[in-house]
């Protein structure tokens, strides 16, 4: 018996008697005649007895006949078996009704009582279904609301029965009590890093848990347009303090000689760019593996360089790096510097802050964590001891963790300052006046006898006549910032250190939007503004105490609480009114540092600028509530994602496919999008196959970037069609047994500066209405021999390009990127308004497939792999073909592959992906939207260089860089126009 | 922002151009900034709006460079349409303009650098004159 039928049978006999027996067999043996089933010898007995009193009545004498055998039977069965050959003569009632007593009992309990996997409701039919039902037996048709009723009433005990099993929770009140929930706050952020603005995004935003922290994606109120209108009018407001710094210091030719291996030169300025050097401006660069500049990338980094000191070559350099990119470069960093031996924390200041009290705490009791019984009783122990301290900076990490690391050979020190400094982005025009209004550089404090020895740092460094000098200066630029009328009006990633006041202490009472103010600029210096808008800000005001960690450390530890300030508003006369003097606690270093907006591209220029501020911590919620009391609005991860899209700037990890870290975002994506696409119900999934979508949930850039230079090195410059790709394709499948013998060399995207700058003047359409022929100076125009010397060269890259679509069409994350025919382009020419080509449906051949194995689950062994007869579609040709080769090449991974075959996406192997559709596939799209910059469609994405050449050597003048852009859910192709932005 | 090379007269060292934005004072309602890229007509038509439905006595109608041939022709639109009602008052002005000169290599070349130049603009007040 199949498991199923046990089952089936076990529920069955759930609620019968063990008297009531139910055979699973039909062969019965035991031929009982008795009237009763398990009692025929006291049936047997009383006959003598009750004789008389009984008379066999004509119904019982029918009755008799249908309890033919032992126990129940079900259906029919052919040897007549019920019929036994002896029949009793008579039957007597008594004990034909008590044999049949438990049965019957049985019975009527099995009716009374319900079983309790279903619910009253769900036995009603669907159109009879309300909303709430389970919660309102009102809602229930009257003569189902008795049994709800009482099934409500016993599903709330058990409920009751088991919470108080579970844990005798305290009250929500004594739950919320500050130290209990400080408690709860820090046990929660021990897996995921909290931010300092947790709570705040928390009640605001759909939070997800990436990349070890707690970040918030997006608010959960609908604010898509009006965050778009704030980046490009007023300020929108980003925490990105997940971002990790890592600091290096020592002299400045060891640390420009161990960076150098990581970056090059061909890709752009590098750390030694002589103005980042001097610590005026923050660069960015790209970093590699150590000496492996073009096939191994790691990422892009931004770096700060702290402006010299005099006389002294000691330098020090914050390396600014997205978290996922961190894991990969801080080794790369240990082993160009050759730190490898590491300072053990307790050597290090960061051990003297509060934080670590805090994270030992609740490692105090770690054998209790696991039960959740014992979890609150825990925190009550530990609230009678001291009390809990918030958490600053990292509290996932071991206390054991190294943090710093230092070299014996050349004396260059790692610091890892993750979590330690506060970084709030501030994008939009009128960023800079949202700052100005927050910010007050601080006020000096003269009043303070300078015998009272003052732990404070502020008191110290108003006694130095150069350090006040030095922030009077620095007072003043940052005061010529309210002359100015835009963000991006400064040269982009100035510098600007500051100290300033308390912001809490100038907090307005009500939100009100900053902007500028007419009067205020005109009293600002001309001739001083301009040297601003010119020179940007001269090195010595780049200077911030930020830098050194003792000041960092002293203001984070005497911070004034909330509790604190706000006792002290209480006393002030005048409600409202300013608090003066100011306590000397409430001086902060911060950095400002200038973000450029869009510099790419024709339209739209600096586009998205802004200021990163940047703090120490435990300062974050004191700056923020400020900042948004200046009427910014706060964007999460999605609106990031939408900036660097308008930007026309590639984001991390995403468009990084080169990358380890963009390999595990490609991974995490496809199989976050797998599992969404498979909760649908069958019939409502796209059907990927259909479409001709070879990959939707992901891009399979190294085997489009080999199939292309195939194409290529056959194919030579030849007209390319489908038939030919085909053939090309079909050649590829018999040399990838050869190519697997020795290892592909992997695809790296393109970044040389001057290849990407003659790609670019190639993309441009040399004549167009309304643009000015560019001037390319000696670039050569594009001809085969070009082609072939930059494709000898780069034939495995991919690069990385802009695309609009001129007319409709928005485009998708992975849609693809194809060649237009030349018949294309003619209807292209002949009527502006034509939407583009259109795809033929394509067939879903593993679609039977997926029926018969459901049908026959043992057939599936044998692959009877027989594609349906294709019509005379092309692409139905290539198609059936593309499969034939598959399946004749190895029908046994193909019938392996089927058992996890899913109803609309292609099994692995991939067929060929340049040329599974009409028209041939250059690339995809990683990010795509409606840009409500540009009022039509944007996507970015990456081609392959061998095909892009291809085709441009192909078209004409005219219609240079004009490709086709398909959805993945879409038959319908769109033009679109791609540009290279250097 | 257009890239173009540039070949300094001092050394032979190719830079990269980048225009900066012209400076934008706080705009009021009764602004408007004619470019060269959004269409002519509509252009006119939120003019038109502003005068008529907007509820505004003035606007000023702003053009730089290659945009004040534009601005001009919107302005003399304007008041043809309205039959002689209303009147313009153009003013003249000069602004100056910044530009970045980032050179191709950095490392080797120094400071990037910046000069400016100057374009000139035109302020065109489109008004209804007082009935007196």
Redesign the interface.
């Known amino acids: 018996m199949s498991a199923a039928k046990v089952k089936m049978r076990e529920k069955k006999m759930r609620n019968q008697p063990a008297s009531v027996q139910y055979p699973s067999s039909s062969s019965n043996v035991e031929s009982s005649t008795q009237n009763g089933a398990d009692a025929p010898g006291t049936g047997k007995n009383a006959d003598p007895l009750k004789g008389g009193l009984s008379e066999v009545h004509p119904s019982t004498e029918r009755q008799k006949k249908t309890p033919h055998q032992s126990g129940w039977v079900r259906g029919h069965h052919k040897d007549g078996g019920g019929y036994t050959k002896e029949m009793p003569k008579y039957v007597t009632a008594g004990a034909f009704a008590r044999a049949r007593a438990a049965e019957v009992s049985a019975m009527l309990k099995a009716v009374r009582k319900t079983t309790s996997s279903s619910r009253v409701f769900e036995a009603l039919p669907k159109h009879m279904r309300r909303r709430a039902m389970s919660h309102n037996t009102k809602r229930l048709p009257h003569r189902l609301r008795e049994v709800a009723n009482r099934m409500r009433e016993k599903g709330l005990q058990a409920g009751s029965k088991k919470k108080k099993e579970q844990a005798k929770s305290k009250s929500r009140k004594a739950r919320r009590r500050h130290g209990n929930l400080l408690l709860e706050f820090n046990r929660r952020q021990r897996k995921n890093i909290w931010l300092e603005t947790h709570i705040w995004h928390a009640k605001r935003f759909h939070m997800v848990k990436k990349w070890g922290y707690c970040l918030g994606d997006r608010p959960t109120y609908k604010c898509y347009r009006a965050c778009y209108r704030a980046m490009s009018s007023h300020c929108l407001l980003q925490d990105l303090s997940y971002y990790c710094c890592i600091e290096l210091q020592g002299d400045e030719d060891k640390l420009l000689a161990a960076l150098s291996q990581l970056t090059s030169k061909e890709a752009g300025p590098t750390f030694a760019a002589a103005l980042c050097l001097s610590g005026r401006r923050q660069g960015s660069v790209m970093v590699y593996r150590a000496g492996r500049y073009p096939s191994q990338p790691l990422g892009p980094v931004t770096f700060l360089w702290r402006p010299r000191t005099q006389g002294s070559v000691h330098r020090q350099l914050w390396i600014w790096a997205h978290p996922t990119l961190k894991q990969d470069l801080l080794p790369e960093l240990q082993t160009v510097c050759q730190c490898c031996e590491a300072v053990l924390p307790p050597a290090a200041p960061v051990e003297v802050n509060p934080t670590l009290e805090a994270e030992s705490e609740p490692e105090n009791t770690p054998e209790a964590k696991p039960v959740p019984g014992t979890k609150r009783k825990r925190s009550r122990k530990d609230a009678t001891g001291p009390p809990a301290k918030k958490i600053l900076g990292d509290g996932t990490r071991l206390r054991s963790t190294p943090v710093s690391w230092r070299s014996s050979s050349n004396g260059i020190v790692i610091n890892d300052l993750t979590m330690e400094i506060v970084r709030y982005r501030l994008i939009g025009p009128q960023s800079h006046s949202v700052l100005v209004d927050t910010l007050e550089a601080a006020t000096g404090c003269d009043e303070v006898p300078k015998s009272q020895t003052c732990s404070l740092w502020w008191p110290q460094h108003c006694s130095d006549e150069a350090k006040m000098t030095l922030h009077q200066q620095q007072a003043d630029i940052f005061n010529i910032l309210k002359g100015i009328y835009s963000t991006a009006e400064l040269p982009s990633g100035t510098v600007l250190g500051l100290t300033v006041d308390d912001p809490r202490l100038t907090l307005p009472r009500k939100r009100v939007k900053a902007l500028p103010c007419v009067k205020q600029a005109q009293e600002v210096d001309e001739e001083k503004r301009q040297k601003l808008m010119l020179e940007g800000v001269p090195e010595p005001c780049c200077q911030s105490f930020i830098w050194e960690q003792s000041v960092r450390d002293n203001v984070t530890d005497n911070k004034i609480s909330e509790q604190e300030l706000n006792r002290m508003r209480s006393e002030v006369l005048v409600p409202g009114s300013r608090l003066s003097p100011t306590p000397l606690q409430g001086r902060v270093p911060i950095l400002l540092v200038e973000q450029p907006g869009k510099q790419v591209g024709h339209e739209m220029s600096s586009w998205g600028a802004g200021w990163d501020l940047l703090l120490p911590k435990g300062w974050g919620m004191a700056f923020w509530i400020p900042l948004v009391y200046r009427g910014v609005r706060i964007g999460g991860l999605n609106m990031s994602l939408k900036h660097s899209q308008n930007k026309a700037a590639p984001h991390f990890p995403r468009d990084y496919p080169d990358c380890p870290a963009g390999m595990r975002f490609q991974e995490e994506q496809e199989a976050e999008l797998l599992n969404k696409f498979k909760r649908h119900p069958p019939a409502k999934r796209t059907n990927y196959i259909k479409h001709g979508c070879v990959a939707p949930f992901r891009c399979p850039w190294q085997q489009l970037a080999e199939e292309w230079e195939i194409i290529v090195r056959e194919g030579g410059s030849q007209t390319r069609t489908t038939a030919q790709a085909d053939a090309v394709t079909e050649e590829r499948t018999s040399q990838q047994a050869i190519s697997i013998t020795k290892p592909p060399s992997r695809f790296t995207v393109l970044r040389n500066r001057k290849a990407l700058k003659l790609l670019s003047a190639w993309c441009r359409p040399t004549t167009s209405k309304g643009q000015r022929p560019c001037r390319v100076g000696e670039l050569p125009p594009i001809s085969c021999e070009a082609v072939t010397s930059f494709l000898s060269a780069h034939a495995m890259s991919l690069v990385w390009v802009h695309v609009s679509l001129p007319s409709k069409g928005k485009p998708e994350y992975h849609a693809m990127l194809c060649v237009p025919t030349p018949d294309d382009l003619k209807a292209l020419g002949n009527r502006q308004g034509t939407g583009g080509p259109q795809e033929p449906p394509h067939r879903d051949h593993f679609k039977s497939r997926i029926k018969r194995r459901k049908k026959d689950p043992k057939k599936t062994a044998t692959p009877s792999v027989t594609p349906d007869k294709p019509d005379g579609k092309k692409a139905d040709l290539i198609f059936a073909s593309d499969l034939d080769t598959n399946a004749s090449k190895d029908p046994k991974s193909f019938s392996e592959s089927s058992s996890d075959l899913v109803l609309g996406l292609w099994p692995d192997p991939l067929p060929s992906v340049a040329s599974h559709c009409s028209r041939v596939t250059v690339g995809w799209v990683t990010q795509g939207d409606f840009s409500m910059s540009a009022g039509c469609g944007e996507a970015l994405g990456f081609v392959s260089v061998a095909g892009l050449l291809n085709t441009l050597l192909n078209q004409t003048s005219e219609h240079k860089g004009k490709l086709l852009l398909r959805n993945p859910t879409s038959l319908h192709y769109r033009f679109a126009k791609i540009n290279i932005e250097v | 922002?257009?890239?173009?090379?540039l070949f300094q007269e001092s050394s032979s060292l190719?830079y990269t151009l980048?225009?900066?934005?012209p400076?934008?004072?706080?705009k009021r309602r009764n602004d408007v900034y004619v470019n060269m890229?959004t269409d002519f007509r509509a252009q006119l038509a939120r003019c038109q709006k502003l005068l008529e439905g907007g509820g505004h006595r003035e606007i000023c109608v702003h053009g730089l460079g290659l945009a004040i041939n534009r601005a001009i022709n919107i302005a003399l639109q304007l008041q043809a349409s309205s039959q002689g009602a209303l009147q313009l008052a153009a003013n003249t002005s000069t602004v100056e303009l910044?530009d970045?000169l980032e050179p191709?290599?950095?490392?080797e070349a120094?400071?990037?650098m910046?000069r400016?130049r100057n374009n000139s603009a035109i302020h065109i007040k489109v008004f209804y004159p007082d009935a007196q």
Do not use: W
Request: charged share 45%.
């Open positions: 922002m257009r890239t173009v090379f190719p980048r225009k900066r934005l400076r934008k004072l706080p890229k910044v970045d191709e290599d950095p490392d120094g400071e990037p910046t400016t």
